[in-house]
């Protein structure tokens, strides 16, 4: 059982997991940081850092590690996974098998399933139908700099305003401001799709279009965002603030997103499966090009930049074949 005041687990010790771990232990909350990898979790706890996925970011004391879920899950007030998607559904069905009872559950995971195309609120709905506080942590937040301790920001959704503020109050600090939304669907989608933009980000800078391009890019990704946002039940002014724009922007336009390099080392002339490699981590936009367009055809909502992203990823088509088609729409209204 993980000791400290107002307890809490963090499921998945990637880079993000881990720096919400930190960040959690910093705010004074006792946390446990959980891995199924023993040998991974054996390393955490003799270097006191991760050091693969998140090198110089030291555990606070009140952070300790698990390969055991149930004793992960014991007795604390709040689990947060941070997995990435392809493994949520796995995870919460290790949570459910391990008849722990929950007080409270979040996540930080983000996309849509592949293969059913829901978002993670309506996993957790099948595997976990628990009457119990539920939400969802997004926004512009680059592990390494929250790890790091430099000042960030990001939004907490839920259905239940007091858990959404209790959970926003408890991992705030000096350098690191929760704000809170019951727009769960919204800042899910916001999440699920900015990652596939910032691939598209990647192979326009690679390409060395500048910057009409790439502003250009942004404001009908973050266009398109906001219609499949809507058809799907979001709120339009979510996508104007941290979840949408906020994350949008940073991740296409700083290089330690995952996928604006993988879009780069695709304008480089690399492979997907080169890219990827070299990466070394889950490039999630990778899979949330084709979840994405599966939901947006499903709906009939038109993502033409998403719809040449995975022509790019999946078909063959080069990324300037891809630009030359986006180009070649017909005109219409911006707005409407």
């Known amino acids: ?67 055991e879920l149930t004793h992960a899950l014991d007795g604390v007030e709040d689990v947060l996974v941070a997995v990435p998607s392809h493994a949520f559904r796995e995870t919460l069905a290790a949570i459910a098998a391990s008849g722990v009872p929950l007080r409270g559950l979040a996540w930080a995971t983000k996309g849509f399933e592949l293969e059913t195309g829901l978002l993670p609120h309506q996993v957790v709905a099948e595997v976990l139908p628990l009457d119990l506080p539920t939400g969802v942590l997004s926004g512009p937040t680059f592990a390494a700099e929250v790890g790091a301790g430099l000042p960030s920001a990001m939004t907490i959704a839920s259905a239940s305003a007091d858990y959404a503020r209790g959970l926003a109050e408890s991992i705030t600090t000096e350098t690191f401001r929760a704000y809170t939304s019951s727009d769960i669907i919204g800042v899910e989608v916001g999440g699920a799709t900015k990652n596939v933009f910032a691939i598209g980000a990647g192979i326009s800078d690679g390409l060395g279009f500048g910057a009409n391009t790439r502003i250009a890019l942004l404001t009908r990704s973050l266009a398109e965002m906001t219609r499949l946002g809507l058809a799907v039940g979001a709120r339009r002014d979510t996508f104007m603030g941290l979840a949408g724009m906020g994350d949008l922007v940073l991740t296409c336009t700083d290089d ?20 990827r490699r070299d990466i070394g981590q889950v490039v999630e936009g990778y899979f949330g090009a084709r979840s994405v367009r599966l939901v947006a055809k499903r709906l009939d909502v038109g993502m033409p930049i998403v719809e040449q992203i995975h022509r790019v990823l999946y078909e063959g088509v080069s990324p300037h074949d891809a630009v030359a088609a986006l180009m070649r729409r017909p005109v219409m209204a911006e707005l409407g």
């Open 1 to 67: 059982m993980v000791t400290g005041p107002n307890p809490v687990a963090v499921l998945g010790a990637g880079s993000w997991g881990t720096a919400l771990a930190i960040q959690l232990a910093r705010a004074g909350r006792g946390t446990v940081l959980w891995s199924r990898d023993r040998a991974q979790v054996e390393s955490l706890a003799c270097d006191r850092a991760n050091r693969r996925y998140l090198p110089g970011a030291d555990f606070p004391a009140g952070l300790s590690v698990t390969a």
């Open 256 to 275: 330690q997103s995952r996928n604006r390099r993988f879009g780069l080392a695709l304008a480089r002339g690399q492979t997907a499966r080169q890219a």
